[in-house]
């Protein structure tokens, strides 16, 4: 699975976290930009961790996004709001789910656009060595292209290492979902673990949203 930090807090939590070389001048917009990346990275205080601004009470999403946030495995952004049908990116997800599931062993990466500067580079080497996500076959990861559902179906898939339990399962859009991934989309529904929707399709190309990735 980026933390909520309340706004009269985050300067304060998150400053001590910056590393800014002396000749780096901080402008108030390059700090809102490291503020905001380091947003992934600062573990939320539990008792305004569900202080968004634009999650409602009757948000479908809700108690999951509390819950999920006052652990520190998600959080919001500098202005108070969690933006839930923001689209997450292949880095954030496997962020949240390295946290979820306290991954803490690396393995050595090579893939051509993830450098060690890279915000993520810990993170994608932890998902490697857990063994539930990988890179493409022209050897990049690709952390900041957003994910689709069949992709997280799959991370899923490897994560829990699920074996097949119901054949049987009906899927309206069934073709178009890649090849690659419908044993794994299948595997995600009969276990519970995803769901498809109302009309009986699974939509495998949309994108996950950040209120998706923590329900």
Do not use: C
């Not at 990275?41 to 996004?65: C, M, V």
Request: proline content about 5%; glycine content about 4%; cysteine-free.
């Amino acid at each position: 699975s980026l933390p909520v930090i309340p706004k009269e807090d985050f300067t304060s939590i998150s400053i001590k976290w910056l590393s800014v070389p002396p000749e780096i001048t901080l402008t108030p917009l390059l700090i809102n930009v490291l503020l905001n990346a380091l947003a992934f990275l600062i573990i939320p205080n539990e008792a305004h961790a569900a202080s968004y601004t634009d999650i409602s009470e009757t948000n479908w999403a809700k108690p999951a996004i509390e819950e999920m946030a006052s652990k520190g495995y998600i959080g919001g952004y500098q202005d108070g709001s969690f933006m839930p049908s923001k689209e997450l990116t292949r880095a954030e997800i496997i962020t949240i789910i390295n946290k979820m599931n306290n991954f803490t062993q690396e393995t050595e990466i090579s893939f051509t656009d993830v450098k060690e500067d890279n915000w993520a580079y810990k993170e994608i080497r932890k998902a490697v060595a857990a063994g539930y996500v990988a890179g493409f076959n022209d050897r990049t990861f690709k952390p900041n292209d957003t994910l689709t559902r069949e992709q997280m179906a799959v991370m899923l898939n490897n994560l829990y290492k699920l074996e097949e339990k119901q054949t049987d399962i009906v899927i309206k859009d069934i073709d178009s979902i890649s090849q690659w991934a419908r044993p794994a989309v299948k595997n995600v529904i009969s276990h519970g673990i995803m769901n498809g929707y109302s009309d009986g399709t699974f939509s495998s190309k949309s994108k996950i949203t950040r209120a998706e990735g923590v329900a």
